[in-house]
């Protein structure tokens, strides 16, 4: 299809290079409501001829063809007869009465060349010296012009309205032409091109009146010199008049195209914006070759400044819509990665959160995903996603080489840079089972190093554009952060455990003439080692030595000074004679530890027992630490009053011995603060009050595994089940029978 062109311009000329604003618009509006024009005419006998009659009455009525005298008026201007104009002068010549006509119409001329117009007139009677009627004479002004303005006022107006109301523009710029064209006093056809973004190009934007092949093919010329009229009008940014096209250089390129749509003349004036840079043109062709008068110049620069209305509006509103698109876009891309991350993260898991991964990106970024990681330099898929089981299944089937060269995966691993393409990935793959028609991998990443990929596939005629690219990589990185936060994870706990595990005893011994077990849960996920602790172990001439206590702080810290605590108990305890004396000396230990391991307080109950032939002696000492109490045969609960201060803090701690004995089937519970203030779910302790009512509630001669096991449930049930903030640690003797060797586990 031949391209159209925009005519060349031969230079308007008419405007005043200096006169913008509101000074120009003052003189459009003159010329286009004109001048009142006075017209005068003395007309003699009852044929009403024209005796005297002024240039103006000439001029209004056709020219220099009609401008004689000595001519009945119905001669000179025979359409005045079927108008009932003739009519009335004889009716003023008859009966001597005035007559007067507000904005009459009359059309001048006859044939083709007959024109509309409308008057202000006033028929009166001539008379002579003895009061004789002798003819009429005729007084008048034309308003065709203010008419007309009127008219055009109206629909200009409408127009605004209809832009105020973000009418949609085409809808717009098309009422305008056709007013336009409805309201010219002769035949025009109105077009409106709208520039390009950059200016370059103009495309259509109404024609009414011209043919479809002619506007098809003028829709998108370029803007430059000698490009018709209009694209000489867009470059100029200033009216561009051809006349005559058929000789015009400008129309050289289009002058068939023209000739084809029956047009002659075509005159083009710039639609600019406020800042000066182009909207368009607006063009008035012709259908002869004719050349501008000043109220068409003004009518031009009154539409053209109304269609820069209706375009800036329309742009502003564009760029709202668009604003608002990309803000929703904006707002869809933060809450798929926010839905994204709390999914990642929702498991802190190394391998569950890749395959998250995969989860979330089907089908939100593709139909079909895949997640590699590389594990003892070998490539494995971890996850796959697609729209059926098979489909997952099949992609799952393909494991890409390490080092193969021809492997998307692995050159993503190699490289460490995202590999985007619009067509199948190369290397051995299930790639047309599953339709593929394109690919994107993006790596993973830990500190510059890339331990896993993610692959999305698409089918069809998706493609990978910039956008879905870079939120990929976003959610990859997110997906990486996540992936390494729960390895960390996975190792911190493992080590949390390992170091507790190391602290704490492995098996509990037994010990003749005693139950014993214990309980050990520690704070939140135990992430941390906890600072409670127990231990116990033999001693010469058949005596037992146990402890539980609590160190101040979590962490290594804790962990240090927990071993410090156990390690000089069981070393001095063989060469001391009481649970005072050893109490003493771990104080000493503590105070004279590093400052770099450890400066935290320890509270700790530690004593030693022996078996008796009706059950055990023992001796403790409480060092600032929760009561211990003693639960008898019959369900009784007392606690064991046994003042002692804090250990690590002075060198001379007060520390009183206290010794009981248990008969058979009577228990010692030692336990941490974990346990007591534990809270509910009004965030009320649990307390010692608690606690020794669930003591009492235990069956009547419990073993130590089951008084264990009755206080844990108490407290589980007290919190309903929420998780702990300090750990909860708790030792409990019971003694036994000489025949009863049941021995203790940990509950």
Known sequence: MTRAPEQRPVQAGSEDAGET??????????????????????????????????????AAIGGAERARTGVPIGQLMPELVEQGFIRLLDRVYRTGEPHTGHNARVLLGTGSAAREAFFDFTYEPRSDAGGNIVGVRVIGVETTQVIQAQRLTAEHRALLEQIARQAP?????????????DLAPEEV?????????????????????????????????????????????????????????????????????????????CWSTPILAADGSLLGTFAMYHRAPRAPQEADLALARVFADTAALAIERHRAEEARVAAEAKEEAVRDDLA??????????????????????????????????????????????????????AEEALLASHIPVYDAHDDAVARVLATGMSEVARRVPTGPGPWHDLAVTGYLCVPLLDRGRTFATLTLLTTGEDVFDGHTVALTEELARRAASAALNARQYTHRVDLARDLQAGLLLPDL????????????????????????????????????AF??????????????????????????????????????????????RHGSHGTGFVTLVYGQLAATADGLDVELVRAGHTLPFVVDARGGVRAVESPGSLLGITP????????????????LLLYTDGITEAR??????????RLARALGDAPRRPGAVALLEQLTRAVHAFTAGQDNDDDQAALALTATLPHDTTAGTTP
Request: aromatic share 6%; glycine share 10%.
């Open 169 to 181: 523009l085409h809808q717009t710029l098309e009422g305008m032409a056709r007013v336009i064209e």
């Open 189 to 265: 056809l109105v077009s409106v091109l709208l520039a390009d973004p950059d200016g370059r190009h103009l495309r259509h934007g109404a024609a009414p009146s011209l043919p479809d092949f002619y506007n098809e093919a003028i829709d998108g010329i370029a803007t430059g010199d000698g490009v018709g009229s209009c694209g000489t009008a867009a470059h100029r940014r200033r009216p561009v008049i051809v006349t005559d096209i058929a000789t015009d250089p400008y129309w050289e390129a289009f002058r068939d195209l023209a000739d084809r749509a029956r047009l002659a003349a």
């Open 547 to 592: 402890m539980l206590g609590d160190v101040c702080g979590r962490g290594a810290g804790a962990a240090t000074t927990t071993a410090l605590v156990r390690h000089t108990a069981r070393a001095v305890a063989p060469l001391l004679p009481d649970p005072r004396a050893v109490v003493t000396a771990i104080n000493q230990a503590l105070l004279n």
């Open 652 to 667: 001379d701690p007060h520390l009183v011995p206290h010794r009981l004995r248990l008969a058979a089937h009577e228990s």
């Open 509 to 544: 011994p037994d010990i003749p003439g005693a139950d014993v077990a214990t309980y050990y849960h520690p704070a939140g996920e135990g992430l941390d080692i906890g600072g409670d602790f127990y231990d116990v172990f033999r001693l010469a001439d058949g005596r037992w």
């Open 21 to 58: 604003g509101t000074g120009r618009h003052e003189q459009d509006l003159r010329a286009l409501f004109g001048r009142s024009t006075a017209v005068f005419a003395s007309l003699a006998g009852p044929a009403h001829m024209v005796e005297a009659a002024n240039a103006a009455f000439f």
């Open 336 to 389: 798929f990665l926010l839905e994204a991350s709390t999914a990642l993260g929702a498991d802190l898991d190394y391998t569950q959160t890749l395959q998250r991964l995969s989860g979330v990106c089907v089908p939100r970024l593709a139909p079909l995903c895949a997640v590699d990681v590389v594990e003892a330099g070998r490539v494995r898929r971890i996850a796959t996603s697609g729209p059926t089981p």
């Open 680 to 689: 509910g779910t009004d965030g009320e302790q649990f307390g010692e009050e």
